[in-house]
Every structure is written in C-alpha cells, then in structure tokens.
C-alpha cells in the first residue's frame, strides 16, 4: 500500500494501520494508442495510465499498457514493451559466436537474443521475478502451470498464421509497503519453426500486482480490459496488408484470455457485482466503504474498525473513532 507519511505523533496515528484496498471501478473510458492508434482498449477512468505501441522496426513491435489505480496500490499490464524476441540456440549460431545470452541479427534489420525456450508457465515465472523485485520485498513463487484449455483455443486461431502458442500462468507472493500482497502472469509464448530451431517471444504477457485479500477484484478488472481490446482495422491493413483474419484472430484470443482470468479468480471476487452483496462481503473478508468528499467507493479487507483516507487517495485503519492527523473519515456503504 503507498501511504503518504503519517507525520504524526499522537496516538491515534500511531495506531493507525495500512490497510488492503481496491478503489471500486464506476466508470470506465475508451484508450487508444497514441503512438500509432493500432489498438483501443477499456481503462478504469480516473486510473493512470502508460502505454502504446514500442516499435523497433517495421517487422518487430509491442503493444503494451500499464494500468494504476488513484493510491499506486494496484497495478494492471498486459505485455512488455522491454521484452525482446528471441531465436533458438543452434550449432550454427554457435560456431559463428552467437551464444545463448547474445545478441544476433540476421539483416541489420530485426534482433533476436538467443535462447532456449520457455513456455508460458516457465516464461510468468521468470517475468514475474524480475519485474517484482522492484516492486515488492519477500517474493515468492506460489504456483505455475500449464493452460492446455486455453493453449488448445489459441492454437486454433494462431495455427493459420504458421506458428505454434503455449500458455500458461504463475502466482506469487510478496510485501509492498506492510501489506500482503498478490501477483499474477499469465502469458502465451509463439513459436515459429520446428522445436530444434526457429524463433519465439512472448506474443502476450497480461499481469497484476494487488493485494492479497482483494486479488480477486484486480483479477475482474483485468480480465475486463483484456476482452476489450480491439485493433484498429486501418492499422492492420497497413501493417500485414490484411485486416480481417488478424483482427478476428486478436479479439477471439484476447476473449479467451479475459475468461480463462475470470474462472480462475472467480471464488476470490473478481466478479464486482456479486462483491456488493452482504453475504459475498462476509464471505470474501471484504467490505465497502466511501470517501465523502470524492464520493470514491473503496473495497477495503476486513481487520480494523474504522477506516480513514488522505488528499492522496491512501487508506489506513484504527480501531479507535479518532482521526489521524490530515485523514478524513470513510463511511460503510450498504448493500444495494
């Protein structure tokens, strides 16, 4: 949890506790790359957010986008725009100098990095452990696996451009400023060519950083903005001289992704409506409470009596009816 600094000395502040929250999601707008307005895509509004086509020739690019909510809490990515591409290591390349970890191109044109290949489970977990370690403290891998429904599906799509798709996820744990916190990765790793050579990358990587009790929540926003994604039909045709089968080919992935994420994060409450009920609140340890002034619902994790915000948007707990210094009362919303 970012929390501005207390500063405070009495002992309400001191009592004060940071807390697990997820601002509730109301509305939502349309974003569009503004680099080269190739795809659109649903952003919770009031959210920062980065992204947009990274390019690095006419042949290699990523789209990429990064989601935060108003307190810096929760975080919501799909792909890279660091991540390279890669091509397998052969006795060729070796001989020529090209070992694995180097740098290679072909043309002048396009790069590669040689490397083995990595699934989609071994590709989260590795993806995973980097980009936390700026992140959080005490990361640690929960589970990875394989996602043979969803690889099956994909390959349906992807099979009709030449390439083979693997995917899968990981879950972690970790520490973020005094809260428990929740990671996922899940991604789909193409490959072009035979298993002894060829070329791979990670074609999507989609992510979330929330805390651990309202995992559930980050999980239904990202899943949300996954299924909204479209590409721009102009840009494709521009790009691969065809439109149709890639655009059907990106929407029909991007919808198995967004509901493979919302199954597996069903019971944790990623779908928002069930959350505002009474008995889902008692359920998932969770309730809703609301700033007064901004009128911004919060789901907050259950442990402390009274919760208070900041100007900043952070929230702490007390179990005392005294405010911290420069924090404002939240009030319990009721079911609707």
Known sequence: MVLASLGAVTAAARAA???????????????????????????????????GTARWNALQYRFWLRVTSPDGNTILAINDPAE????????????AGF???????PTGITFYKVARYRD?????????????????????????????????????????LGMHRDEGDAVFSCRRNGVAM?????????????????LWWADQIVAFLAPAQLSGLAAGLLARMVGTARLDPGWVERQHGTNA???QITTATNAAISDIIMRGWAERGAAIDRVMEEGSRARLGI???????????????LGSKYYWTNAAGAVVGTDTDTAPAGWRKLNRVPPR
């Open 245 to 247: 089968a890639v655009s």
């Open 287 to 301: 309730d809703i409470y609301a700033d007064p002034v901004t009128g911004t619902e919060y789901t907050v994790a």
């Open 120 to 160: 989609g489970a071994q590709y989260s977990g590795a993806w995973g452990q980097t980009k936390l370690a700026s992140l959080c403290s005490d990361i640690r891998q929960v589970s990875g696996r394989a996602l043979p429904e969803l690889t099956q599906t994909t390959n349906y799509y992807v099979s009709a």
């Open 17 to 51: 506790e940071p807390v697990a929250v997820v601002p509730i999601v109301k509305d939502w707008v349309r974003f569009t790359d503004p680099q080269e307005r190739a795809f659109t895509i649903d952003v919770p509004r009031y959210w920062r957010v980065e992204g």
């Open 99 to 105: 070992y694995e970890g180097r740098d290679y191109s």
């Open 182 to 198: 929740t990671a996922y990765v899940q991604t789909g790793v193409n490959r072009v060519g035979s298993q002894a050579e060829g």
């Open 84 to 95: 390279p591409f890669f091509i397998l290591p052969t006795p060729t390349l070796a001989g």
